[in-house]
């Protein structure tokens, strides 16, 4: 079976553009999780969806949003991109809508590098 | 606000050697608690989680035990192999009750090198 699947892999952009991040997270689960691990430190929670509704936003500014299809992949987008963005957004998806009963699986992100 | 302190690393070993990996974290209630770990190239994965007070995790070797009273999950491995080496994360997610559903608070990550 297949993970969560994230693209693109790499990507580079300049400051002030936008940015859409996509991830489709392992069949049958209805949540996803976006996260933003910059260079040596641990993940920071930006969004969870469940059912296509938000359930959680980290401490992020507007210019994040998400959202979540149908088909429970999700989009993660940045307006007005800055060099701070650079980071390895990570996205991961469970099958219940609350982590103590289940675990999280992580794709193995998106490396976004802003010039 | 909830919080994850790791030990400072990186940490370098020898092959066979003890690992204690060092966690404690701040949190209201009754969090539940896991050790991430990301191999070169990967993406994270779960390597064991405890739920509740006085749970044991365990996983290829690897150990943690939930003690509240000292707001502790330290990661052991009585002995360690060269495919040990990599970014270990330890984590916290919300009470049950809670209303942090996909959230986790992660520490800062500690870097593991175990030399032949």
């Known amino acids: 079976d297949a993970g969560v699947t994230q693209s693109p892999t790499h990507l580079i952009k300049t400051r002030g553009q936008h940015v859409t991040l996509r991830c489709s997270p392992i069949s049958g689960h209805k949540s996803v999780s976006w996260y933003q691990q910059v260079l040596g430190q641990g993940p920071q929670f930006i969004f969870q969806y469940y059912e296509k509704e938000e359930r959680g936003r980290g401490n992020f500014p507007d210019r994040f949003s998400a959202r979540q299809f149908p088909n429970y992949s999700s989009e993660l987008n940045v307006n007005a991109l800055l060099l701070g963005d650079s980071a390895l957004y990570l996205c991961?998806?469970?099958?219940?809508?609350?982590?103590?009963?289940?675990?999280?699986?992580f794709g193995e992100g998106s490396r976004l590098t802003v010039l | 606000g909830d919080s994850v302190t790791q030990m400072e690393g990186p940490v370098t070993l020898s092959e066979e050697a003890f690992l204690t990996i060092n966690c404690t974290y701040t949190a209201t209630g009754y969090p539940s608690l896991f050790w991430y770990v990301q191999y070169p190239g990967e993406g994270l994965q779960l390597l064991l989680k405890a739920t509740k007070a006085d749970d044991k995790g365990s996983n290829k070797g690897f150990e943690a035990t939930y003690r509240k009273e000292t707001t502790s999950f330290h990661l052991e491995k009585g002995s360690v192999q060269v495919s040990d080496s990599a970014v270990y994360f330890c984590a916290l997610g919300a009470n049950a009750g809670g209303t942090s559903y996909g959230k986790l608070t992660f520490g800062q990550g500690t870097i593991l090198t175990v030399h032949p």
């Open positions: 991961a998806s469970s099958l219940g809508d609350r982590v103590k009963r289940g675990e999280l699986f």
